[in-house]
């Protein structure tokens, strides 16, 4: 009897986490993208509603991505554990993902569909030839909505006893 309760517990841990990684995530790219929008061509070459349209746009994908890289992270490395276990290989695979989608992504609407464009103040990070902001923003953001999605202090979650 007490196991079905604690199985009960724990797939609610991993409810409220996931819940809570897609309502931090949402958050933290709408920041960073009305944040980094500036740093595009839209920003003086679009409308007010273009710009809205764009940020609404981006950050509804940039949630598909998210939750998309949740999902094949614990499918490929999670475990009926979690968050308890491996809470951290679980989130190096979601920014694997998310960096890696971040290349390609910048690179197909950039240099193969010229979607959209960088204005002269965008950092580019050489050899990659992608936005400095879209890079990061795929490593703070889900690294951030991640922590505080499993209300985990940073020295517990790397296995140190935080007191």
Known sequence: MMDAVLGVAARADWLTAVRRYILYSAIGHLVWEVSHTPLYTI?????????????VHCTGGDLLIAMSGLLLSLFLVGSSGWPGERAGRVLIVVLGFGVAYTIFSEWLNIVIRAAWA?????PVVPLLDTGLTPLLQWIVVPTLAYFAAL???VRSFFG???N
Request: aromatic residues 16%.
């Open 118 to 122: 960088y204005r002269d103040l965008m």
């Open 151 to 153: 209300k985990m202090p």
């Open 43 to 55: 920003w003086v070459e679009g409308t007010w509603g273009e710009i809205a349209f764009a940020i």
């Open 160 to 162: 140190r006893d935080p």
